[in-house]
């Protein structure tokens, strides 16, 4: 694909003892969510600029959706 989707935001808590990569579940979930919105805006974008075909754009929101989304 000609274009990057947007990178994941970085979010360290330094709460208690935890890893300092563990996060609580509820914050981990909205992350995802942030993440999977911020990419499929990205990828509408891309598309409406033309940079993609309808095809592409198809088959990588598919993917993207059964990444996050796992049913």
């Known amino acids: 694909m000609a274009f990057a989707l947007t990178g994941c935001l970085g979010l360290h808590l330094g709460v208690g003892r935890r890893h300092p990569h563990q996060r609580p579940q509820s ?3 909205l992350q995802l969510r942030h993440h999977l919105g911020q990419q499929l ?3 509408n974008k891309a598309y ?3 940079i993609i075909t309808k095809s592409e754009y198809d088959r ?3 993917r993207l959706l059964k990444y996050y989304l796992p049913r």
């Open 41 to 43: 805006e990205d990828l």
């Open 60 to 62: 990588e929101r598919k």
């Open 27 to 29: 914050i981990h979930k």
């Open 48 to 50: 409406e600029q033309g």
